[in-house]
């Protein structure tokens, strides 16, 4: 069965900084897709970036990028020039292509300091 | 686009008495909704899929008769707690596949916060 984990519980970093979440996974199969989702406190979970694991080239959505390493089985989330908007739980979540659950990580709380 | 409703937001009900939860897709038809729960601080636990016209699958664990799931739209799934009791209190989400590009990509709903006294 396929895992993710987030090895960071809980991270903080200071206002206008670079943030790196960390995120594996465990699958055998060649072909599926990689996601991270915010949950603010409003609890509303939000889409922030996603990456197909056969595009060789990073995802990037304006301050968010990820490095996916598909050898090592690793998907981070960098969160460039942090805002106060940006404090939530982040969830990276795996897909087989084909299927249609989503596997979730444990979640990595950021706090961002002012 | 690619917009998800939940309602209510948040009820409070007595023990032993059932609570519908209903979610919609607002601006695009959904073959395929999910149902999670959520624990304090916890990651998201699928309960169960659902697709339109067909029985939802339930994932290992979860009572299909005490979690009601209804798909009879595109646009509409609902889970029903039936005989709620106290430890059935929690954070209730649920998603819509939407076809984003190539990419089927689940959109969530705001949650429901049930609380059964």
């Known amino acids: 069965a396929q895992t993710v984990t987030q090895s960071q519980p809980e991270m903080s970093v200071q206002e206008a900084e670079t943030v790196t979440l960390s995120c594996t996974y465990d699958t055998s199969e060649s072909d599926y897709y990689l996601f991270w989702y915010k949950q603010p406190p409003s609890r509303q979970m939000i889409l922030v970036i996603r990456?197909?694991?056969?595009?060789?080239q990073n995802a990037t959505e304006n301050r968010f990028s990820v490095n996916f390493q598909k050898a090592a089985k690793s998907f981070s989330l960098k969160i460039s020039d942090s805002q106060l908007g940006d404090a939530a739980m982040y969830f990276c979540?795996?897909?087989?292509?084909?299927?249609?659950?989503?596997?979730f990580g444990q979640g990595t709380r950021l706090t961002i300091n002012p | 686009g690619a917009v998800v409703s939940q309602h209510p937001s948040r009820v409070i009900c007595k023990s032993g008495t059932s609570v519908k939860i209903e979610c919609r897709s607002l601006d695009f038809q959904a073959t395929t909704m999910f149902w999670y729960r959520q624990f304090p601080k916890k990651s998201l636990m699928l309960m169960a899929t659902s697709n339109e016209g067909s029985k939802a699958t339930y994932e290992q664990g979860v009572e299909k008769d005490k979690f009601l799931i209804n798909h009879a739209s595109l646009t509409l799934s609902t889970l029903t707690v039936t005989s709620a009791h106290p430890e059935d209190s929690s954070f209730y989400i649920c998603s819509a596949s939407y076809p984003s590009g190539v990419v089927e990509t689940q959109y969530f709903g705001p949650g429901t916060r049930l609380l059964v006294l």
């Open positions: 990456q197909e694991a056969y595009k060789q």
């Open positions: 979540a795996y897909r087989r292509q084909g299927a249609q659950k989503l596997v």
